[in-house]
């Protein structure tokens, strides 16, 4: 991130929290960067993406060491947290279930989006939208290609019991 971004406030804030979580008003990030928010930052859900490339904003806080959990764009407030470092899943038989929560890291963790990850798994972005909003789990087949995926790009997880 560029040292005069109107981010870089925020970005030394969230790395000055040792806090695993920390949630913040709009008018608080402001006070913060002491610059406004554009207006998409409060009508659209997507500004708060967890992006690697072409966002400054989330530059700010995925280089803070912080991804965007929750954000309430009705009472202008977003949570901020850190990853775990390791994600829980369950096996089933030779075979890892991804669940919510590990196919989110992951996603996160590589910079893509929805799109980009299906793109690369070989299915829909609903798809990938729909494991992440707990609506069914990947097939025995796709979870195997998820753990390739992880695997390749070095993200760990455990099996849990």
């Not at 991804?67 to 899943?89: M, N, Q």
Request: aromatic fraction near 8%; avoid cysteine.
């Amino acid at each position: 991130m560029k040292g005069g971004s109107k981010y870089q406030p925020l970005l030394e804030h969230l790395r000055g929290s040792n806090q695993s979580e920390i949630t913040l008003t709009f008018v608080e990030i402001e006070t913060v960067m002491g610059d406004t928010l554009p207006n998409s930052a409060r009508t659209q859900r997507q500004w708060w993406g967890n992006r690697s490339k072409g966002a400054l904003q989330a530059s700010a806080w995925m280089n803070a060491g912080y991804i965007v959990g929750e954000i309430d764009l009705d009472a202008e407030r977003v949570t901020f947290r850190k990853p775990l470092s390791k994600y829980k899943t369950q096996p089933v038989t030779d075979t890892v279930q991804w669940n919510s929560d590990s196919i989110k890291a992951l996603r996160s963790q590589l910079g893509l989006t929805q799109s980009q990850l299906a793109s690369e798994l070989g299915v829909r972005q609903q798809t990938v939208s729909e494991w992440e909003n707990q609506m069914y789990e990947p097939t025995r087949a796709t979870s195997k290609h998820l753990s390739l995926v992880a695997e390749k790009a070095g993200f760990r997880y455990e099996a849990r019991d």
